[in-house]
T-cell receptor
Framework: DTAVSQTPKYLVTQMGNDKSIKCEQNLGHDTMYWYKQDSKKFLKIMFSYNNKELIINETVPNRFSPKSPDKAHLNLHINSLELGDSAVYFC?????????????FGPGTRLTVT | SQQGEEDPQALSIQEGENATMNCSYKTSINNLQWYRQNSGRGLVHLIL?????REKHSGRLRVTLDTSKKSSSLLITASRAADTASYFC???????????FGQGTRLTINP
């Protein structure tokens, strides 16, 4: 049984396009995250939602817009894709945003912008 | 800003040997976590150590934390080929509601 799932797993698109990545968790967690992992494996948080409310919004271009329709889902929409957006995007969840809880990661979405 | 930094960046050892990876961080923390990432996969949580703990074990894993030196180490004993992966430390920073990850140590276990 998949705990945190993401779709699609691979996404190849051209510059200027708009794309979305979907994430779902069946762990009953209250908090969900989006991370970006670059080619050097550096993992950086982008957004965090707790019970559908945005609690962390790192310095991310406005072209990135997260949406949480319910606490089990957190989607990421990206407008006007740029070459520099190419990376692996990970969704994660945890019991709550407190620092004492482990995070569960999805399998990642490899985005390639050409 | 990057909080944790792993050392070494890459480590290659023979199966059966022990592997030690280090993590240094900059600001005070409430806890430190270690994660593993297999190639092409998501991160998997290994162990969490709180700031008032000095050592923690889980199976073949041993984690130490030295808050005076702002450093932690992950020891994998009796390594196996399946341990080949990247290992990341993550810290929270007091008051932060997020984890900050280092760039990881890429561990290769040679059969």
């Amino acid at each position: 049984d998949t705990a945190v799932s993401q779709t699609p797993k691979y996404l190849v698109t051209q510059m200027g396009n708009d794309k979305s990545i979907k994430c779902e968790q069946n762990l009953g967690h209250d908090t969900m995250y989006w991370y970006k992992q670059d080619s050097k494996k550096f993992l950086k948080i982008m957004f965090s939602y707790n019970n559908k409310e945005l609690i962390i919004n790192e310095t991310v271009p406005n072209r990135f817009s997260p949406k949480s329709p319910d606490k089990a889902h957190l989607n990421l929409h990206i407008n006007s894709l740029e070459l520099g957006d190419s990376a692996v995007y990970f969704c994660a969840s945890s019991q709550d945003p407190g620092q004492f809880y482990e995070q569960y990661f999805g399998p990642g979405t490899r985005l390639t912008v050409t | 800003s990057q909080q944790g930094e792993e050392d070494p960046q890459a480590l290659s050892i023979q199966e059966g040997e022990n592997a030690t990876m280090n993590c240094s961080y900059k600001t005070s923390i409430n806890n430190l976590q270690w994660y593993r990432q297999n190639s092409g996969r998501g991160l998997v949580h290994l162990i969490l150590i709180r700031s008032n703990e000095r050592e923690k074990h889980s199976g073949r894993l041993r984690v130490t934390l030295d808050t005076s030196k702002k450093s932690s180490s992950l020891l994998i004993t009796a390594s196996r080929a399946a341990d080949t992966a990247s290992y990341f430390c993550a810290t929270d920073g007091q008051g932060a509601q997020k984890l900050v990850f280092g760039q990881g140590t890429r561990l290769t276990i040679n059969p």
